[in-house]
Nanobody
C-alpha cells in the first residue's frame, strides 16, 4: 500500500526551528519529485518547497527562501524539510506530496501531485 506520512510538527517559539519528515511506504521517493505544501484553515494552500529526482535541484517559495531547506535521505526513503527562523505566519498544516510523472520540481499545484500525506501541524507562537 502506498502511503506518505509526515512527522515533526509541533509548537515552537518565533525564531526557533523544526525539522519535518516525509516518509514513504510502498514505493521509493528517490525517483520522484517531492513537494511540500502548507495550508492555514480558510486560506489558500501554498507550495512551499520541492526537490527534483533528476539532479536534486530544489525550489522554494519566496516566503520561506533562505529559512527552509529541503533534502533527501536516500537510505531512509525520507525527505526532510528543515525550517529555521520560524515566524508566526509559518503556522500551518504541512503536507508532503509526490509527483510520479515528472523528474524536475516546478512548485506545481496540489492537484498536479499523485500522492498526498495527511499533514502535520506546525504552530509558531510565543
Amino acid at each position: 500500500q502506498i502511503q506518505l506520512v509526515e512527522s515533526g510538527g509541533g509548537l515552537v517559539q518565533p525564531g526557533g526551528s523544526l525539522r519535518l519528515s516525509c516518509t514513504a511506504s510502498g514505493f521509493s521517493l528517490d525517483y520522484h519529485v517531492v513537494q511540500w505544501f502548507r495550508q492555514v484553515p480558510g486560506k489558500e494552500r501554498e507550495a512551499v518547497s520541492c526537490i527534483s529526482s533528476s539532479d536534486g535541484s530544489t525550489k522554494y517559495a519566496d516566503s520561506v527562501k533562505g529559512r527552509f531547506t529541503i533534502s533527501r535521505d536516500l537510505g531512509k526513503n525520507t525527505v526532510w524539510l528543515q525550517m529555521n527562523s520560524l515566524k508566526p505566519e509559518d503556522t500551518a498544516v504541512y503536507s508532503c506530496t509526490v509527483d510520479t510523472y515528472g523528474t524536475d520540481c516546478l512548485l506545481g499545484s496540489y492537484d498536479e501531485m499523485d500522492y498526498w500525506g495527511k499533514g502535520t501541524l506546525v504552530t509558531v507562537s510565543s
